[in-house]
């Protein structure tokens, strides 16, 4: 988790860092229309743009890896259940009343 949680930020800084240094206008041909605005601005909009639609792609096999792994585990309970010998009662003095 750490590993991620690091390559995010050198990724980030690096993204920050690229667009700080690029604040020229710019113009975007987009089939009929243009746009014209900060560079800084159309960087960060489609970092963001492609991070959460990368975020949403890996959501589902994320998911089945979490149900897939709720179920072997509740498996494993029940087996270290069954693996269990009883409770034997030992032979003791009454209890008191």
């Known amino acids: 988790?750490?590993?991620?949680?690091?390559?995010?930020?050198?990724?980030?800084t690096t993204v920050a860092i690229f667009a700080i240094q690029n604040a020229h206008?710019?113009?975007?041909?987009?089939?009929?229309?243009?746009?014209?605005?900060?560079?800084?601005?159309?960087?960060l909009s489609f970092f963001t743009a492609g991070l959460i639609t990368a975020l949403l792609?890996?959501?589902p096999?994320?998911?089945k890896k979490r149900r897939a792994y709720r179920e072997k585990i509740e498996a494993l309970e029940k087996d270290i259940a069954r693996a269990k010998p009883p409770e034997e009662k030992t032979p003791g003095s009454p209890p008191a009343i």
Request: aromatic content about 18%; cysteine-free; charged content about 10%.
């Open 1 to 12: 988790m750490e590993f991620y949680l690091l390559i995010a930020l050198i990724i980030v």
């Open 25 to 43: 206008v710019v113009t975007i041909h987009f089939l009929f229309w243009h746009f014209e605005g900060s560079l800084v601005l159309y960087l």
């Open 57 to 59: 792609l890996t959501l």
């Open 61 to 63: 096999g994320r998911l």
